[in-house]
Antibody
């Protein structure tokens, strides 16, 4: 079955760029009908959606983060990536990648059914 | 953004109890509502999608209902492995999540 795995630095300095990659295994990122999402969870808090990317490269970002978010996809490596610029301590969180199901027209009707295990990113000098 | 409000924020039922968690959207979202379970240190797990459809592999004691702005997640008979935090999420527009409901052991 499809599995997702996040990777990237666990420590980022303030004002720098956070960069994470999600590797998809057990299936193709090019499969239609799926959007590939990034979500984060601040320590002890709820979940915040960051954005998604389609295998074609189409993206949709959270309005509150869109000025600092860049997502990309590498279909040859079955990976998609997140860059978050100008980070501050408020960006310290566990970052998850997840697959959105039955997606079209900017919506995933059936939720996010596969998640990575999450990676902790701390912003600190 | 569509705001999602869950209640209660926590509860302490006993094994075998019927548990009900509610989620209210700040505007109508049809049935674009999903429920997740999260255990400490783990990723969320999809339980219910499209308000009332049970995700494959999820026990039938979990059920969801509602449409428009008001939704409910019900656990018919709470099991020890169900102690966790539950989140709702709307997929009508840019996804947003409820604040969570922590189901703690009594």
């Amino acid at each position: 079955q499809v599995q997702l795995q996040e990777s990237g630095p666990g420590l980022v300095k303030p004002s720098q760029t956070l960069s994470l990659t999600c590797t998809v295994s057990g299936g193709s990122i090019r499969s239609g009908g799926y959007y590939w999402n990034w979500i984060r969870q601040h320590p002890g808090k709820g979940l915040e959606w960051i954005g998604y990317i389609y295998y074609s490269g189409s993206t949709y970002y959270s309005p509150s983060l869109k000025s600092r978010v860049i997502m990309s996809v590498d279909t040859s490596k079955n990976q998609f990536s997140l860059k978050l610029t100008s980070v501050t301590a408020a960006d310290t969180a566990v970052y998850y990648c997840a697959r959105g199901v039955n997606c079209s027209g900017g919506r995933c009707y059936d939720g996010m059914d596969v998640w990575g295990q999450g990676t902790t990113v701390t912003v600190s000098s | 953004d569509i705001q999602m409000t869950q209640s209660p924020s926590s509860l302490s039922p006993s094994v075998g109890d019927r548990v009900t968690i509610t989620c209210r959207a700040s505007q109508t979202i049809s049935n674009y509502l999903n429920w997740y379970q999260q255990k400490p240190g783990k990723a969320p797990k999809l339980l219910i999608y499209a308000a009332s459809s049970l995700q494959s592999g999820v026990p039938s004691r979990f059920s969801g209902s509602g449409s428009g702005t008001d939704f409910t997640l019900t656990i018919s008979s709470l099991q020890p492995e169900d102690f966790a935090t539950y989140f709702c999420q709307q997929s009508y527009s840019a996804p947003t999540f409820g604040g969570g409901t922590k189901v703690e052991i009594k």
